[in-house]
Structures are given as C-alpha cells and as structure tokens.
C-alpha cells in the first residue's frame, strides 16, 4: 500500500486539519466530538441541514459543508458511521433556532447513530427531522445495510435542502423538499478496480484485470455482477437503462445527470462516460437540462464511476440552480 | 488497460463531446481545427487570454475556461501538443480588439507550436503576447523540455491573467501579471505510481511498490530520484524545501499553497498532505493566505501530487480572489 499519509490511524484527523487550515472562511473542526461546522453557525432562524457518514468518500460530505448546503458534516472513521454523540453535537451545533434537518445515507450503523442522535438532542430541545437516502438503484440489500444504500444522490438531497433552508423555509418544508429529491434521486456505479482502506493495507477485494464490477457500493461491497470489461458506452447504457427503468420515466421528463467519479478515474474519462450516458438518456426521450460531472462521492482511490439521475420539477430545478459556497461545490 | 472510455483514438473526442454537453452555459467546442471557447466570446475591448497543451491533465487547460480565467483552450491530443492550426485558430477568436495573451507551458512541442501560431494570427492582425510557464523546480531539462518544466503553477498564472484581463487591464498590463506571477511561482512533485496513456495501453514506467518517484513531470518524465515509499510529512518536506529553496524565500512572505493531485490519489489525501505541507511553510516563517487543494494539473489516473507555492503581493492576492465561473474552478 503507498498512499500520502502517515499513521494510517490519523488519516481522517490529518485531513480534517489540511480541510480547516485551507478553509478558514468557509468551515470551522470541532474536537471532541469531532464535526465539521459552517463559519459563523446556521443564521439564526434558519433550518440547519446535517449530514455525515463514514469518511473515506470525500468531498461527501465535510467539502459540503458552507452557505447553501450543508451546515455540519460529521466524519466517522474510514467506512465506518461516526458515533451518535459525534452526530448529537453537531445537531445541538447547527440549530439556528428552526430546528435541523439530517440526511442520512441508508447504512444500519448511520442508521442507528443518527436515530440515538437524534433522540439525544430532542432531550436537548432542539427539534430534527430526518431523510434516508436510498437512491442505489443496484441491489435491495447489501453487506452494509438492509433496504437500498445511501450513494452519490445524496449531494442532489443535500443541495436542494441546503438552498431550501438558505431562502427561509420551515423545517416541515425543508423536510419535504428533502424527501421529494428522495423520491426523484436513483443511482448506479462501477467499479474497475478496488480500493484500499489505511488501517486495512489490502485491496478490499479482487478484480481481475479483465473484468469490471456493475452496480458497485461506494465501500467496495459487491454489485449485482461482474462483466467482461467493455467500454464507456456499454457501461453506461447498463447503468442508466437500470436508473431510468427504476424511476419509471416515460419520457418527457426533465433531469439532472450526474456523472460522480469513484476517486481514481480521470476527469476526461467522466466526461466522456457523460457524454455516452446522456445519449442513452436522450434516446429514451428524457430532457437533461443540468449536468453535474466530477469526482463527489468517492470510494477512496477506487477507479469505476456512478450514473445519478434525478427528475426536477420546477422547485427542484431552482434549488439546485441556488447560490452554494463550499470547499467542493460552488456557484 | 481498464478505463472507461470506447476507442482510445476518440478518447479526447468523446470527453470534449461531454464538456461541451455539460457546460452549455459557459462553453463552446470548435471542431476543425479543435479549441475550446467561451460561451460569447471574449468580452469586446477585453484582453483574450488562451492556453493549450497535450490532453490528458484536465480540468487543465478546458476546464478553466469561462468568465474570470480562459477565453479559449487548445487541447492536443493525449500529452501531445496542440498543432498551430488548432492554435491560430483559438487566438484568433479570442480576440476581441484588445488583443490575445498565449499562457504557455514550456515543453518543446508547446513552445514551437505557439510560436507557429502566433506569426499565424499576427499575419490575421492579432495582436499576441506570449508568456512561457516553467515553474518545475525539479530537473533543469527532461525528455520533454529544454528548460523547467511548466505544471501546476500554470493555473496560477491563469487565473490571475484572466482576471486582470477581466478588469480591463491592457495586453501590456496582463502580459506583466502573468510574467510576475510566472516569477513568483515554484512548484514539485512524486509520483506514487504510473499512468496509462490510452492508445499506449500499458504504464509509462515501472514504479516499484515500495518506491516513489521524487520531482515527476506532469506526463510520467523522470524526475529528480527514487526513494522508499514514506509518508505524508516526508514527501511534503522534501518538495516544500525544493520549492522553497528555490523561490529563495526569507521568512516573511505571504503566499498561496496549492497541492494539487495527479488524478489517482484521494481528496483526503491532499488535505493530509495540504497540512503537512503548511506546517513546513510556516516553519520557515512564511505565512500561508491563500489556499487551493484538488485535482486540477493531472497526469490521467497518475497516483501522486504536487506542491505549489506562489509569493503573492497585493495585487497578485486581488487577482486570484476575483470572481472566477469555469467548469473546474469557481468563486
């Protein structure tokens, strides 16, 4: 294993002082517990939007966190869900006063600290609703979760949420908008190659040289099958036939195409593996009117890409259109 | 070779096809002869600034075009320079009456191609200064070059070029920002492992497991020597001194730090090694104010990264913190 680290058991700690030193005006880490939180706090009045997870998948979800989208992150261990007094703190931290809203990726251990978080900080009078994202469309259940996993979507639920709590809304509306981009958002990935976890120093599986791996997780776990390596066109015609066919589209409707990258793939290849998939799209006569291409929602050094479709209306399409100012996404 | 992409001949083809499909609002792709422009054009009675180069280290050069940096790119194909023709023919649209800055990266190839292209376009009544980027502390000459390399300094030479065009600064006045800012900027690699040119189909070189190559180029060159794969706080000490050392620094300076991927290697990784990398900048007295951490100068799925320091004055600083809109950097 080479990687740029030292002590693989500091990984996450040493990132998160690299993120704070190069961000001073955008995010503030907090120790003890550890969380990620917005400069200056949620404005008063204002819902505070949540999210966090195992790290290991960055930018998601600490390069998130500034005006427009999310008001805390909290960073567990490398694929591993941050504890529930990790989660409690920030939830306490990001209440500006309207409540908060979490987003949680659907993994039974975010799961469970997310639920006991949240119950901890109603103790402490704040109020919180919370969203699942369950946008992978690949497999019902897998080694980390029952239900479908939390994957690259969850950047589409945390901006819409972001921008609906930036202009006003109430809890109860940030909430719905939330689970509206839920009910829209549906993903798929591959891999090419595994990764590795530091403090594991192996691959976390194997792949031959000639295959790929469809319908990946975003921690490694097995997809639906292994296909003899193809190429973009072919990959991407599996991946958004399965997205679209999942969300049911007739045609007509308008979307969202996110090409995420796994965190080993070349930038021009995402693009154009965009550019294959938007085709597809277009050919089952679905409008793309935004595009989203890069590196989000990552697997480490993993190299493979994920396919996000999500179906806008005119809300949606505002809110994704809103002002963000992070460390990973802006305009 | 596994990579998501159809023929490799088409490789660069397909990803500006995506480029151009993504970033409608920003973006035009010519084809014969291939650059890519500004979405409307250079700003009449503004400065063009353009640059171009091999593919293959995107977001650079395409992914900087917008409002704020690039008014055309010139993408070759895979670390092959752009022909004059391709050349010519940006400089050429990019004018708008006030004539065209050529950002430059010194390579052989580059380098005659620009000069080519510039007679071109003077014999067309553009008006052309050119400024050569060779910020690469590493090695004096390389199989590439005569003379330093020009790598990830090039986007700050960019950025703070296009925004001084973007303010109405004259050809003379942003020809000047962009030699001071080539002056004041050094930068150094390691490479963790090969990349894989498409058509090639097999590494550039062999990078033993355990080693890591010290002062790479952005296309796999050589560099200055192989040492035993070490950490994070290592390998920053090493490339900081070089470019330290070489930019003859005192103690005193206010400068920006840039570490800067080489497409393989994780985003929590580059913070890791952003920290580390600070620590040693502010132990030689030098303070950090500004900040840029991600992939923007790569070397296809090359694992490794690059530091790059920029000695910023008053002027320089206003420079990089105006407004920028591209695909791959925005504030």
New interface residues.
């Given amino acids: 294993m ?6 693989p058991a500091e ?2 700690t ?6 704070a ?3 001073p005006d955008l995010l503030t880490v907090h120790h003890d517990p550890t969380y990620v939180q917005r400069k200056g706090g949620t404005p008063p009045g204002h819902v505070g939007v949540v999210s966090g997870g195992g ?2 998948h ?2 998601l979800h600490t ?1 998130f966190v500034g005006s427009g989208m999310l008001d805390a992150a909290v960073p567990g261990a490398v694929f591993t869900s941050p504890t529930a007094d990790q989660v409690a703190a920030a939830l306490k931290a990001a209440d500006g006063g309207a409540g908060v809203l979490a987003v949680v990726k659907n993994y039974t251990g975010d799961v469970l600290n997310f639920e006991t978080a949240v119950e901890l900080a109603e103790i402490d009078g704040v109020r919180v609703e919370s969203v699942l994202v369950n946008d992978d469309v690949a497999v019902e259940d897998s080694m980390y979760t029952a239900g479908r996993r939390g994957v690259a979507g969850t950047l589409f639920v945390e901006k819409v949420a972001g921008a609906a709590a930036a202009r006003g809304d109430s809890l109860a509306g940030v909430a719905e908008v939330a689970r509206r981009a839920v009910a829209r958002v549906r993903t798929m990935g ?1 891999a ?2 595994a990764c590795t976890v530091p403090h594991v120093g192996r691959p976390s599986f194997d792949l031959p ?2 295959e ?1 791996e469809i319908g990946i997780g975003i921690h490694g776990e097995p997809g639906r099958h292994r296909i003899p ?1 193809s ?3 072919d ?1 991407a015609t599996r991946l958004i036939d399965a997205v679209l066919d999942d969300l049911g589209t007739t045609g007509g409707e308008q979307v969202l195409l996110f ?1 995420n990258g796994m ?14 998939a ?1 085709e597809v799209v277009e050919a089952r006569g679905v409008e ?1 009117v935004r ?3 890069g ?1 989000y929602v ?1 697997s ?2 993993m ?3 994920s396919v996000t479709v999500a179906v806008l209306d005119d809300e949606l399409t505002e809110l994704w259109d809103a002002p963000v ?1 992070t ?2 996404l ?2």
């Fill in positions: 080479k990687k740029l680290l030292d002590d990984a996450v040493d990132a998160l002082q690299g993120l030193a190069a961000h790290s290991g960055e930018p390069g591959v090419l190659t040289d000639d790929v390596a190429g973009a066109r990959i090409v965190g080993g793939t070349p930038l021009s290849e995402l693009y154009g593996t965009y550019a294959r938007r793309v595009s989203l291409v590196s990552t480490l050094e190299q493979g890409a100012r460390a990973a802006a305009w």
